[in-house]
Nanobody
């Protein structure tokens, strides 16, 4: 099972930007879909973006146009560029690798088999 490590979180003012990174201990090429989830305090974990090995992307409505997911299979890394941050974006952000047989549009966290430890993003003035 691949180990995933997120980085890049922090405290940012509303309207600011961050770039989150997810480094894998092994090849991510074998994972057709990689995703970023977030979990705010007291709320359920939600899928914010996913990307296939071929580069097809999908976003939650709440982040579309502000977040951009990308992956570099050669570097075994996945990224999440987050712009125009809002206080409601405050959450722990997790990188995850989906199990092979599910659709990238399947938002269920149970379809993802490998998770990072998360990185905190706090949006506050």
């Amino acid at each position: 099972q691949v180990q995933l490590v997120e980085s890049g979180g922090g405290l940012v003012q509303p309207g600011g930007s961050l770039k989150l990174s997810c480094a894998a201990s092994g090849s991510i090429f074998t994972f057709r879909v990689m995703g970023w989830y977030r979990q705010a305090l007291g709320k359920q974990r939600e899928l914010v973006a996913s990307i296939t090995s071929g580069g097809t992307t999908n976003y939650a409505d709440s982040v579309r146009g502000r977040f951009t997911i990308s992956r570099d299979n050669a570097k075994n890394s996945v990224y999440l560029q987050i712009n125009s941050l809002r206080p409601e974006d405050t959450a722990v952000y997790y990188c995850a690798a989906q199990k092979g047989v599910f659709s990238m549009y399947d938002v269920r966290s149970s379809t993802y088999g490998s998770w990072g430890q998360g990185t905190q993003v706090t949006v506050s003035s």
